[in-house]
């Protein structure tokens, strides 16, 4: 499967913003879905993951009241919807699929078998 993401940019703390990720090339609905962001001279981390049939979200801690995922099947999209931004969250954010499923699985990096090539997210203080 083939992901695109989209709809980074630079933004004031504070701010919101949605990232997209479009997917083609397989059946999307065989897929759990997930957000990635990796920062400036820090490791790739998890940040959200949505069930192949949209029935189970995970969030980071962080993350957690401030950011929302959905998936829009009929679009074969993924959404991640950032409000209350921090500087803190500035980072290349990647989306990712895989065909598991489960908090466990789908909050590790090592089980993801297709990556989009990321959108820059900055936010200024």
């Known amino acids: 499967v083939q992901l695109q993401a989209s709809g980074g940019g630079l933004v004031q703390a504070g701010e919101s913003l949605k990232l997209s990720c479009t997917a083609s090339g397989r059946p999307f609905t065989l897929y759990s879905m997930a957000w990635f962001r990796q920062g400036p001279g820090k490791e790739r981390d998890f940040v959200s993951a949505?069930?192949?049939?949209?029935?189970?979200?995970y969030y980071a801690d962080s993350m957690k009241g401030r950011f929302i995922i959905s998936r829009d099947t009929a679009k074969n999209m993924v959404y991640l919807h950032m409000n209350s931004l921090k500087p803190e969250d500035t980072a290349v954010y990647y989306c990712?699929?895989?065909?598991?499923?489960?908090?466990?699985?789908?909050?590790?990096?090592?089980?993801?078998?297709?990556w989009g090539q990321g959108t820059l997210v900055t936010v200024s203080s």
């Open positions: 949505i069930e192949a049939n949209g029935g189970g979200t």
């Open positions: 990712a699929a895989t065909k598991l499923g489960g908090e466990l699985l789908l909050t590790s990096d090592r089980y993801y078998d297709y």
